[in-house]
């Protein structure tokens, strides 16, 4: 397919996504909003602990 082909496409594609709908409904948005209820807070797992390395006591004793 030719630059202006795929150039023609995107652009096609661009007005379609501009100008459709996409079934949003703005009352159960708005409902939302009002309620002022706080969406949940993202939950983060724990910090992961490096588990300790059975070979980290001799480590050192190879710099000498």
């Known amino acids: 397919m030719g630059r202006g082909r795929q150039k023609a496409k995107d652009a096609k594609i661009a007005r ?7 079934g949003a409904d703005l009352r159960d948005l708005e409902r939302e909003l009002i ?3 706080p969406a949940p807070a993202p ?9 300790e390395d059975p070979y980290d006591k001799w480590a050192d004793d190879d710099e000498r």
Request: hydrophobic share 15%; net charge negative; aromatic share 6%.
């Open 16 to 22: 379609q996504l501009k100008y459709s709908n996409h």
């Open 35 to 37: 309620s002022g209820s």
């Open 43 to 51: 939950v983060t797992p724990p910090e992961a602990e490096e588990p």
